[in-house]
């Protein structure tokens, strides 16, 4: 037997290596499992090169808790150790790599994410044990070695009996820890950060029945055997070619990494690129509707098989950290803070690649079924709008397959849009003006009134759509949006023809100033000549105005403090209606103040902005009218 003492300038390196990753403890099953797959995907590795003179069977890394003993054990049937190489690889490499991570993230450590890319997996296993075995017999024809450490830089190597290959770390836990030696504990993180390793996990066993066999008596019970209880998918589906996988492969294992979710997803994106990086994935577009407040990190990422986490910003586009599935790749560095993942040259590649697959498959999908894509947009639009705004290649790449709803449930790309309108919604500027709503109920009576004029009418429903069509026009320049209610259907869309008003000059002076003494001060009051058919008061939200306080609501809209501004509103008084000449030639002070009232209320009404205390006097009003 052989003692020493480990080669190390950090004094009580064991106490920090705990107090500095405390939020992490439970990275230690992940850290030591990681390592037991290494060893055996290494010994593969060797044995197909011919360094190797072994079988390789076929190995499972198996975790066993020991309750009474306190004790947690970790077997592997991997490459295994020799003696030297314990005192190099556990003595030397991996603790000069828990110095390196000490040194360098002691004032950060608890936001450092993943500590392995400093040889510091072994180590972790002091985070939650008091003392630590490694029993390991080398693929070698050499004896086997026995290594313990009480967590003090003190160490102990002798030879052991152990015949098989591979190696065992025993940690007996410390009892500030003891919840690990719980099997609900313990298969909780088996199933978080080793669902998909590729190396078969066995964690206890579970029964099974044996099927019936077809000459069975009619008394036959079922037979039982106890198995191997594996944990894991060593060959999840984004390991393979997309060509090896079905629709019904896709949905499963949504299903198996999702499985309290029980909705398809709409569509998935398979990834997989090997230069000038390595990245494997699979995105699915879940239903996502209009709300904006969605469920974010819900794409896991992997290194390797081994799950790192589900916080993927930085790394995904952010418009896509609305969807769902998984990322591998060995290329993302895992030991930088999140600003400094942004300024990573292979990360920005990453995140283009994938930018530029999202965008493709979307083309696709469109150009390959477009009436399912259509039927899908409501589902999927947020995501393609929030991606517009915010990624530019992205919106290059959009506009082949972005689409624009009409009310009445047809849609259209931007030039299929330009070429539909041009004839009859083009304005005496030569300026295309298309024509919106926000909400097909409460703006009903000013989309009756475009399509009488055969207009076609858009519905952009969505929170960040004033963002969008802003940038749109910006691109567009002989492209305009206007809201429906925004003005009256002529004055939204200006043609020659000007329609002449009944009132004169005079009159219109007169009825302004009977109008605005009883109209509250937060309608400018505007006189038009309109058909005479059309409505007497038509209540309206100035489109700038409106388009910059919903901006400034949403973020952005480059005018300060717009989202906190009252409502600002037109009214439009059709000159050439009877009402008009009613109010303006009734010398009765209250019947004009009772005329006005309603006419306004009934406009309010039209907009959905009688409430309250007013709707409750204008219902009264209103019967008292028609007693």
């Not at 005192?87 to 030397?92: A, L, P, W």
Request: charged share 30%.
């Amino acid at each position: 037997m052989t003692t020493g003492k480990i080669n190390v300038s950090v004094e009580n390196i064991f106490p920090l290596i705990k107090k500095f990753l405390y939020s992490d403890h439970e990275i230690f099953l992940r850290e030591l499992i990681s390592n037991g797959t290494d060893a055996t995907l290494k010994l593969k590795h060797l044995i197909s090169i011919g360094e190797a003179k072994v079988e390789f069977g076929n190995p499972v890394i198996e975790i066993k808790i020991d309750k009474e003993g306190k004790k947690i054990h970790i077997i592997d049937q991997g490459l295994g150790m020799t003696a030297d190489e314990v005192e190099k690889y556990i003595n030397q490499v991996a603790f000069s790599g828990a110095e390196e991570f000490l040194d360098k993230y002691k004032d950060s450590a608890k936001d450092s994410g993943i500590i392995g890319h400093f040889g510091l997996g072994f180590y972790s296993a002091f985070m939650v044990a008091e003392k630590v075995e490694i029993i390991t017999k080398s693929y070698k024809d050499e004896p086997a070695a026995h290594w313990t450490c009480d967590g003090s830089p003190e160490f102990t190597l002798e030879p052991a009996d152990k015949t098989s290959r591979g190696t065992e770390i025993i940690l007996h836990i410390a009892e500030d820890s003891l919840e690990f030696l719980e099997d609900s504990k313990i298969s909780g993180l088996l199933n978080k950060y080793n669902k998909f390793m590729p190396i078969p996990i066995k964690f206890g066993t579970r029964t099974e029945t044996l099927p019936k066999p077809e000459d069975a008596p009619e008394d036959y019970v079922n037979e039982t055997i106890e198995v191997d209880n594996i944990i894991n998918n060593p060959n999840p589906a984004w390991t393979k070619q997309p060509t090896e996988l079905s629709d019904e492969d896709y949905k499963n294992f949504y299903r198996e990494l999702y499985p309290m979710q029980f909705e398809d997803p709409l569509f998935n994106i398979h990834l997989n690129v090997d230069y000038p990086f390595n990245l494997t994935g699979i995105l699915y577009f879940p239903k996502l509707g209009s709300d904006m407040q969605i469920q974010k990190d819900k794409i896991q990422l992997y290194q390797n098989q081994v799950y790192v986490t589900d916080n993927v910003e930085g790394i995904v586009p952010e418009f896509l950290t609305m969807l769902k599935g998984v990322i591998d790749s060995p290329d993302i560095p895992l030991n930088v803070s999140r600003s400094g993942l942004q300024a990573d040259g292979a990360v920005k590649k990453i995140s283009n690649y994938i930018t530029r697959k999202v965008a493709d498959k979307l083309k696709a999908l469109f150009n390959e079924n477009r009436a399912d894509f259509e039927e899908k947009w409501n589902d999927i639009k947020i995501v393609l709008e929030y991606g517009m705004l915010s990624e530019d290649k992205f919106y290059e790449k959009a506009g082949a397959f972005f689409l624009y709803p009409t009310v009445d449930d047809t849609y259209f790309t931007l030039e299929e849009l330009k070429e539909k309108l041009k004839e009859n919604q083009t304005d005496k500027d030569g300026k295309l003006v298309v024509l919106y709503a926000g909400n097909k109920d409460a703006q009903h009576s000013y989309i009756q009134t475009a399509k009488e004029k055969g207009y076609e009418v858009l519905l952009l429903d969505s929170p960040i759509i004033s963002h969008l069509i802003q940038k749109i026009e910006g691109d567009n320049k002989d492209v305009t949006f206007v809201r429906v209610d925004s003005d009256h259907i002529d004055n939204l869309i200006k043609k020659d023809e000007n329609t002449i008003s009944k009132l004169s000059d005079e009159e219109k002076e007169t009825l302004k100033t009977s109008l605005e003494a009883y109209i509250p001060k937060a309608y400018s009051v505007q006189l038009e000549a309109m058909d005479s058919q059309a409505a007497p008061f038509i209540i309206t939200q100035p489109e700038f105005m409106r388009r910059m306080k919903e901006m400034s609501q949403s973020g952005g809209g480059g005018m300060f403090g717009m989202g906190n501004m009252p409502e600002m509103y037109n009214l439009i008084v059709n000159t050439n209606s009877d009402l008009a000449t009613s109010i303006l030639n009734t010398e009765d002070k209250t019947h004009q103040e009772h005329l006005v009232k309603q006419a306004l209320d009934l406009a309010k009404l039209s907009q959905n902005l009688l409430k309250g205390e007013a709707l409750t006097a204008f219902v009264k009003r209103s019967f008292e009218m028609i007693k």
